[in-house]
């Protein structure tokens, strides 16, 4: 395609039965997390348009990034998951409710946990 007098070069992903529900940027690199109607986890590299990542099984995902880590909440799986993305594994896990949810900045992210007596907060560490 010529764009400006200069060829580009495109692609598409195309999937129509697929909805991104929610995107969340890597702060440092040029990443992003997507999760979908279909309960996958897509890590996309935003300079080059390509999937580099399909993590399956996600249904109803909450995602953040802290540092250069993808934090998945799947409420479906009764899990958070910690995931080093370079290196395509998983580095941490612990059990997580429907009811809870994950708030993050670039350098911490706290779990909440709603309980009958008030709110229980969890500082989640990586090292």
Same mark, same amino acid.
């Given at each position: 395609? &010529?764009?400006?007098?200069?060829e580009?070069v495109?692609s598409r992903?195309?999937?129509p /039965?697929?909805l991104i529900? !929610?995107?969340s940027?890597?702060?440092?690199h040029?990443?992003? @997390?997507c999760?979908d !109607?279909v309960?996958?986890?897509?890590?996309?590299?935003?300079?080059?348009? &390509?999937? =580099?990542r399909?993590l399956?099984?996600?249904?109803?995902a /909450?995602?953040a990034?802290?540092?250069?880590?993808l934090?998945?909440? @799947?409420? /479906?799986?009764?899990?958070?998951?910690?995931w080093d993305v370079?290196k395509?594994c @998983?580095i941490k896990h612990?059990?997580? =409710? !429907? @009811?809870?949810?994950i708030?993050?900045s670039?350098?911490?992210?706290?779990m909440t /946990?709603?309980r009958?007596e008030?709110?229980a907060?969890?500082l989640i560490?990586l090292?």
């Amino acid at each position: 395609i &010529m764009m400006g007098g200069k060829e580009e070069v495109f692609s598409r992903f195309v999937d129509p /039965k697929r909805l991104i529900v !929610s995107l969340s940027l890597a702060a440092g690199h040029p990443l992003v @997390a997507c999760s979908d !109607s279909v309960g996958r986890v897509l890590v996309v590299d935003a300079r080059n348009f &390509m999937v =580099t990542r399909v993590l399956k099984g996600y249904r109803d995902a /909450k995602i953040a990034w802290l540092d250069n880590y993808l934090i998945i909440m @799947a409420p /479906k799986r009764k899990r958070v998951e910690i995931w080093d993305v370079f290196k395509n594994c @998983a580095i941490k896990h612990f059990d997580c =409710t !429907s @009811a809870d949810c994950i708030s993050h900045s670039k350098r911490s992210a706290i779990m909440t /946990k709603p309980r009958r007596e008030g709110l229980a907060v969890s500082l989640i560490k990586l090292a």
